[in-house]
């Protein structure tokens, strides 16, 4: 299995024996070292959820030989983070939500205060594309926060890091496939990070 222990993040241009660099991808797993997160009734906990699915993420990019390192919500590596993309991984309620549309499917943001916004966007856009076509869910716009465009992970990492935040879908509705089925949202997740790297100029 892939080594997902952390190491320290190297900018240059290449390897030491001259080959490119490989792409470093951050990956948060939202609240682990911290909290629980939501709490469903059978005890599955949000943050057994993000992480589990973040690993997975974890060794599908590693495999393609991307330098993955994986992250707590609130690692000391996030000060100042290079990275060519952080992705903090959550999931949504295990409650009972009237909602219209009803409280099924995912949602991405970037930071509302971002520095590279075109670059951002077009982040956003490639995990949206590839999450919609893997896992089939539908985007959920309406549940947009705030907590979500002013993460608190877009104020930490450096300015130059693109960065996002994926809400994998609501731990109610969405249960059987981002609780049972992690590896389908994993491969959502996988491939947009990969369509991003791939649009990056050589």
């Not at 070292?33 to 589990?52: A, I």
């Not at 869910?137 to 993460?151: E, K, Q, V």
Request: with cysteine.
């Amino acid at each position: 299995a892939p080594t997902l222990t952390p190491t320290p993040t190297s900018f240059s241009a290449s390897q030491p024996d001259g080959r490119p660099r490989r792409p470093t991808i951050g990956l948060v797993a939202g609240h682990w070292g911290n909290d629980s997160g939501s709490v469903c009734p059978d005890g599955v906990t949000e943050q057994q959820t993000n992480l589990e699915i973040a690993k997975r993420v974890a060794e599908i990019l590693t495999a393609r030989d991307y330098h993955v390192d994986l992250l707590q919500e609130f690692d000391s590596r996030l000060n100042g983070y290079q990275a060519d993309v952080l992705l903090s991984i959550h999931a949504d309620s295990c409650d009972e939500i009237d909602a219209d549309p009803p409280a099924t499917g995912f949602k991405i943001a970037r930071s509302v205060a971002s520095a590279i916004p075109n670059t951002e966007d077009n982040l956003v856009n490639c995990l949206t594309d590839n999450y919609a076509s893997e896992t089939k869910l539908p985007f959920h716009a309406n549940s947009i926060t705030h907590d979500m465009t002013d993460y608190h992970s877009f104020r930490e990492v450096n300015l130059d890091t693109p960065a996002a935040i994926i809400e994998t879908g609501f731990l109610k509705l969405d249960y059987n496939m981002i609780v049972k089925q992690p590896d389908i949202p994993a491969r959502g997740i996988a491939d947009g990070i990969t369509c991003f790297i791939n649009s990056l100029p050589k």
